[in-house]
């Protein structure tokens, strides 16, 4: 059983011989093929393309599995053959990294549309003539306003709603014709100013109320914490795990990395099996992956829980570490 905390792996050529391999920590040679592994949190980090079939073979097998687009052939033939022969290709919504915010870009100059590949702002009027700039778990994109509608068209009709000065009147008339009446907009996230690894555990009191639907969440249910950043202070915010999955920024890598961490003592399996009702409903093109509940039941299997060493504590609930029990990630 393998896991990884990445969301997408990217191949590109190495521009410097600066870079070193985060999995071995060898340089990578200047103009060679190099992976940019994308973690759920934090920063991409830079991978020989071996090194990246051995730490990431779920998405390496995808691309070879679906010649990804996204990846050269060239780049493809090489990490295939480094691919273990036990691996599994991760799900293709693994990909559909979701938007969490939409704003306006006022650029002189013009770059390709990350969806269309058109140039950025193009031809003048309001479905071409501006750049949108979109963020995501996997970065910052740019496009059309007609491409960003296609992608996100919930977000594209909260800018309509909230009608800010900062978007021009061409492009927010446009999102509101497409969408008012046919989407809902779509709700801040809410881990907006909260930081850290997202953690399952039981409810000890009734007391706390889900930060998304504001309702009590009872005594003994199952609720994923986070903590709260007033600037200097922290206090924890909680969610109902059904909730946590409506949000915009919601990726199953996320409820992985959760049962990934999760204290076997307090959180019976039982507990993850009712998840089930909770979870959103398979996307269509994962079609040749198990489920998402039997993927969390494997995790919880599979996790070895790591005995705790004297005198370390564990990253704080706060800090952007992703620390997976060790030994995860070859055995
Ligand atoms: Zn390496
Ligand atoms: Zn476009
Ligand atoms: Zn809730």
């Known amino acids: 059983m393998r896991w990884n905390p990445y969301i997408d792996l990217r191949a590109e050529r190495s521009r410097a011989a600066r870079a070193t391999c985060k999995e071995c920590g060898v340089a990578i040679e200047k103009g060679s ?3 940019q592994a994308v973690p759920i949190l934090g920063k991409p980090e830079l991978l020989h393309l071996d090194c990246a079939a051995q730490r990431a073979p779920d998405l390496a097998k995808r691309k070879v599995v679906d010649e990804a687009r996204d990846w050269p052939p060239e780049a493809l033939a090489e990490i295939a053959r480094f691919l273990p022969a036990d691996a599994h290709p991760a799900p293709r919504s693994y990909q559909r990294t979701p938007l969490t915010g939409l704003s306006y870009g006022k650029d002189a100059y013009s770059k390709p549309c990350d969806y269309c590949g058109v140039e950025c702002p193009g031809e003048p009027g309001p479905t071409h003539g501006h750049a949108v700039r979109a963020f995501s778990l996997s970065g910052e994109y740019r496009f059309h306003p007609v491409c960003a509608l296609e992608l996100a068209p919930g977000l594209a009709l909260r800018v309509a709603l909230e009608d800010s000065e900062r ?4 492009v927010k008339a446009l999102f509101k014709a497409a ?3 046919k989407v809902r907009p779509t709700p801040r996230s809410p881990w907006r100013d909260t930081a850290g690894i997202p953690k399952l555990h ?6 706390a109320a889900c930060r998304y639907c504001r309702e009590k969440i009872g005594k003994g249910e199952l609720r994923l914490g986070r903590e709260q950043l007033y600037g200097m202070r922290r206090s924890p915010v909680y969610f109902h795990v059904r909730c946590f999955c409506r949000s915009d920024d919601f990726h199953p890598k996320w409820l992985e990395l959760a049962v990934v961490r999760v204290d076997r003592a307090e959180v019976a399996r039982g507990r993850i099996e009712a998840l089930g009702a909770e979870l959103p409903p398979t996307p269509e093109e994962d079609d ?20 705790p060493e004297e005198g370390s ?3 704080r609930l706060t800090e952007n570490v992703v620390e997976i029990p060790r030994g995860f990630f070859t055995s």
Do not use: F, K, N
């Not at 978007?167 to 061409?170: G, K, L, T, Y």
């Not at 992956?289 to 829980?305: G, I, K, N, S």
């Open 179 to 181: 969408c008012e009446g």
């Open 167 to 170: 978007w021009p009147a061409e």
């Open 288 to 307: 040749d992956v198990p489920p998402l509940l039997e993927r969390l039941l494997a995790l919880y299997d599979a996790v070895p829980q790591p005995a």
């Open 313 to 315: 504590e564990g990253p």
């Open 33 to 35: 093929w190099r992976a």
């Open 202 to 207: 039981v409810s000890p009191s009734g007391r």
